[in-house]
């Protein structure tokens, strides 16, 4: 007895669900973005010659060189000359010379003044040493010792009246201009009021003078 259907179709098979799938083309993807990179570094190259263009240059250089500031005293200076057996109104003259040696003109000058030993002659400013400053156009007539000046020319103040003992005092009628001298007569008082607590002292007093570079300019 056959069974129904046994050998009828046997070369017919069904579709399975392996062979009804869906084939993609995913794998081409690849390949593509790689052709398109391909193309987009050959546009770049190609485009270097597009902005090429014609260049030229020149050069040039200039010297910078500073200037030199510098303030010495000499040939005359006769503040390093004390004084001995000073009495209430005596005065005591000396002369300097102020250099303005270096090669850049000065704008202004100073003076600082001090005191080592010290003594109520420097610390009393009423009754204490005073000093004054005077300038001549030209060089002082010294006389002595003990020293005294005149002047040849026309005498003009540097300095008025003050202590003897100050601090970055600020100096007038100087020339201050590079290569020339300023003539200076530095006079020192103990004044008249002076009483007796001051009979006996000693007191050393260093002057330093000191100058500013002039203004800047256009060079």
Known sequence: MTTPFQGRGAGLRLPTK?????????STMPKLIASL???GAAAAIAGLGTYATFTSSTSA???????TLSLTSGPTNRLGTGASLV??????????????????????????????????????ATDGL??????????WTESGPPYTYTCGGSTSTVLASSPV?????????LTLTAGSTDHLRVTV????TAGNSLQNLSSTIAYTFTGVQRAGTNQ
């Open 18 to 26: 392996t062979s009804m799938r869906h084939f993609t083309s995913g």
């Open 37 to 39: 990179a391909v193309l």
């Open 61 to 67: 250089s200039h010297t910078i060189a500073t200037g």
């Open 87 to 124: 009495a209430a109104g005596d005065s005591m003259q000396r002369a300097i010379d102020l250099n303005y040696a270096g090669s850049i003109s000065f704008g202004s000058t100073t003076l600082t003044t001090s005191a080592s030993p010290s003594s109520a002659l420097d610390t009393d």
């Open 130 to 139: 005073h000093v004054v400053i005077d300038k001549c156009s030209v060089a």
């Open 165 to 173: 003992i100050g601090s970055n005092a600020a100096l007038s009628n």
């Open 189 to 192: 008082t103990l004044p008249s």
